[in-house]
């Protein structure tokens, strides 16, 4: 069976094919680049450095710093604005972007069986804005933040596909093994890159920090042709008619009345909002708290906190595996209960910090609970699902769930701060939507119960 080629693959054969598993897991370390290094480590540092340099020239103070307190503005088509918020308003964009058009592309997909064929669009989309990020310029900041928006777009679009082939790869059973593992190599591949990124920077010269941003396109195509020689396309052998944007309409249709009817997944998909909320809105608003309210001065200023981040990087993977082990002893919804309170306790301690080490202290707390909780949100609802070929459609409730989820938390964030000008009270408000989801967890069935009938459910 592991001899098949992808075109000889069917639905009936595929499902624990170690080399189609190995080539799905493959696709974490892909694109898993782009989360570190584009979303979090390198390019949000670059960003806020290379705006401030152009925003000082502007202003006559090249070469000069910052009053306190003063904000660093860039012209967005004439309009004077924050650099943090123009950047925070163009990635809020793209998650809305991302959670209008994955539902309808999703039962595209289901409808005509090319999810693999979708899943590549959105690959090189992300890996080629990521490339061109090369040519960033402050001057021309319209055209480097089309860039990011469609980076993200490409990011997250891909992931709907992706994780829609973990129900048809592998039984049940392995869903929590198998999404930990691709979790921990996106890890571990992603801090390969970001320690080359470090050592261009620091060991050759900053100035070529920019070309991070080739290199992680590179990366994600190239490893992606893993993923995309082994995973089978069309396994359930559809074969479309025409109209097909009418029938996705109607397969998104049939999917969402089925989803009306199940008990346990919906209350997971309301729990998963929440809690989910909470994780994103810290990975991506870390390195923000982190510029702001800890003094790296002395203790190695951005390089100290990429340290900080790649200790994030290297629990994560620990932990994707940790929480899979405590899974399989006493059941997924316990083991997330357990995670989420934990982030509680982290946000409560990230209030009161104040040095680099204590940061550092923080960091290693996130990582250990980020992969666990990442891979098990994971493999929970692929587990929850019903019995259904109509896996994308069912993947996009959960990556619109995320991605709307995204936007509330960063707003959250930002309202917060705005209020009460501390930073620290948002972090506090991100603490709530894990309460409000350990809660929703708990309610969460052990057993499934749809009401409708089987025939309805399969076809």
Known sequence: ??????????????????????????????????????????????????????????????????????????????????????????????????????????????????????????????????????????????????????????????????????????????????????????????????????????????????????????????????????????????????EFIYKGFKELKKVYQIFRYTNRLKKYLRAFFFFNTGVQTVMLMAVVFAKKEINWEGNGGDTGLIIAILLIQLLGAGGAYLMSFVSSKIGNIKTLSIVVAGWILICAFAYIITTPTEFYFLAASVGLVMGGVQALARSTYAKFLPKTQDTASFFSFYDVTEKIGIVLGTFFFGLMELLTGDLRYSVLSIASFFVFGLILLLLVPKQEKITVDNDFVDN
């Open 1 to 242: 069976m592991t001899d098949k080629t992808p075109q000889e693959l069917t639905a009936r054969n595929i499902k624990g094919n170690k080399r189609v598993i190995k080539g799905w897991i493959f696709y974490d370390w892909a694109n898993s680049v782009y989360n570190l290094v584009i979303s979090s480590a390198i390019f949000p540092i670059f960003y806020a450095n290379i705006t401030e340099k152009f925003y000082l020239e502007q202003t006559g103070r090249a070469g000069g710093k910052l009053l306190d307190g003063e904000p660093v503005l860039v012209n967005f088509f004439g309009w004077e604005v924050s650099n943090s918020v123009i950047f925070s308003y163009t990635l809020s964009a793209s998650f809305l972007m991302v959670a209008l058009l994955s539902p309808l592309l999703s039962g595209i997909a289901d409808y005509t069986g090319n999810k693999k064929r979708f899943m590549q669009f959105f690959c090189y989309l992300g890996a080629l804005s990521c490339i061109s990020l090369y040519w960033f310029n402050p001057a021309h900041i319209e055209l480097g933040l089309l860039s990011i928006f469609l980076a993200s777009i490409g990011f997250w679009n891909s992931f709907v596909f992706y994780n829609a082939y973990l129900p048809e790869i592998a039984h049940p059973k392995d869903h929590d093994n198998i999404s930990a593992r691709g979790f921990a190599m996106g890890y571990f591949g992603s801090m390969i890159l970001l320690l080359l990124c470090l050592s261009i920077i620091l060991f050759i010269d900053a100035k070529y920090t920019a070309v991070s941003f080739i290199l992680v396109g590179l990366w994600w195509m190239g490893f992606a042709q893993i993923t995309f020689n082994r995973l089978p396309n069309n396994v359930h052998k559809r074969k479309p008619k025409k």
